[in-house]
């Protein structure tokens, strides 16, 4: 399919923004592609559905090789649950917002017209069929140029947060560790009818109450209070060195 020249021009602007210039320009333009578009105009028009999925698998290698040499003392596990904390729906379109690739999609009116350009699935799917339009056009380090800088910046947001940490498999730990016993969990409240309940769950350490969580799930809540707990005991450690470094 020919690109028009004021396609062109557009193109023009997001490979300014990503500083990458296309020796294909055929492959941007597809990654930017909707299938809402291509059903609308063309039932030929290739999408951008089978470069997600190889966008998908270049994400992948650039954040775990990047957690791999960053991060020697965490384990496989602990790897494995940032790398999906970083490359999912939610983190993807933060990124994707942040180069204004919504602007540059290719919708179909009744996609255009209800907000597909700010919809964090089509935003996380144009970032990655982007990524594997880069890849195609110019391999792993021109992928690497362009999305791990973005990247880094998530993996370094979710370290802080905590996001990816197991909360419960943390306190089970510190507590066998430090106080001899593990930690107890216990349902207090059930909130909202049964199609939307959130569960209400306290956390004790040798009958102490801990932490307070809520989840959709039983499991979601406890972690929350798991999280609440061991945010507890470290703000405590942290006060207790302290005192022994002053004194």
């Known amino acids: 399919m020919k690109i028009s ?33 291509a059903n609308e105009k063309n039932a030929k028009l290739k999408h951008n ?7 998908d698998s270049v994400l992948d290698i650039l954040v775990s090789k990047h957690l791999f040499e960053k991060f020697n003392e965490f384990s496989e596990g602990k790897l494995s649950k940032i790398r ?3 490359v999912n729906e939610s983190s993807l379109a933060k990124l994707a917002e942040k180069m204004s690739l919504g602007d540059y999609l290719l919708l179909g009116k009744g996609e255009n017209n209800s907000g597909g350009r700010k919809k964090t699935s089509i935003l996380a799917d144009a970032f990655e069929a982007l990524a594997g339009a880069v890849f195609l056009d110019g391999g792993l380090e021109a992928s690497s140029n362009i999305c791990l800088p973005l990247l880094k910046g998530e993996i ?35 909130i909202g009818p049964d199609h939307a309940k959130e569960f209400e769950v306290i956390v004790t350490v040798k009958n102490e109450i801990c932490g ?10 406890e972690q ?7 945010q507890k005991f470290s703000s405590r450690y942290n006060s207790s060195n302290k005192i022994h470094s002053n004194s």
């Open 224 to 230: 929350a209070a798991a999280k609440v707990a061991m």
């Open 49 to 55: 559905e089978r470069m997600e999925f190889l966008g």
């Open 156 to 190: 370094e947001t979710i370290c802080e947060s905590w996001s990816f940490r197991d909360f419960k498999s943390d306190l089970q730990e510190y507590t066998q560790d430090k106080m001899v016993c593990i930690p107890n969990y216990k349902v207090i409240r059930e």
């Open 212 to 221: 307070k969580g809520l989840g959709r799930t039983k499991k979601e809540a």
């Open 84 to 86: 999906a904390a970083v």
């Open 5 to 37: 020249e004021e396609r062109i021009k557009e193109l023009n602007s997001l490979q300014d923004i990503i500083s990458y210039k296309f020796i294909d320009l055929n492959l941007l333009n597809k990654a930017l592609t909707h299938k809402s578009y």
